[in-house]
Nanobody
């Protein structure tokens, strides 16, 4: 069992930046896929980005390309989501997810999920 804890959410003005962190309860092996998703009220959960811990391959939703960057920490138990040029429509609860195998994006079929962190972008 792997527990995930997100942090770094908050309130930011439009055009601002935030960096989200996701820490796992134990070190994951290199086969893991880590992903970020978001959900706004009344909408389905949306894929944001994913990274493979083995090769560091990254994947992004089209609307996030060029603005968001997913990266992994050196200890392989932390993943980050750097969000730049934030827009009010980026307001959502952001969730971290992990799976011990490759999960082809934009699938949300991850075994482990965090509780989420709120990101609010004011106009």
């Amino acid at each position: 069992q792997v527990q995930l804890v997100e942090s770094g959410g908050g309130l930011v003005q439009s055009g601002g930046s935030l960096r989200l962190s996701c820490a796992t309860s134990r070190r994951t092996n290199s086969h893991y896929t880590m992903g970020w998703f978001r959900r706004t009220p009344g909408k389905e959960r949306e894929f944001v980005a994913a990274i493979t811990l083995s090769g560091g391959n990254t994947y992004y939703a089209d609307s996030m390309k060029g603005r968001f960057t997913i990266s992994k920490g050196s200890a392989r138990n932390t993943v980050y989501l750097q969000m730049n040029s934030l827009k009010p429509e980026d307001t959502a609860v952001y969730y971290c997810a992990a799976d011990p195998k490759f999960v082809p994006p934009p699938s949300d079929e991850y075994d482990y999920w965090g509780q989420g962190t709120q990101v609010t972008v004011s106009s």
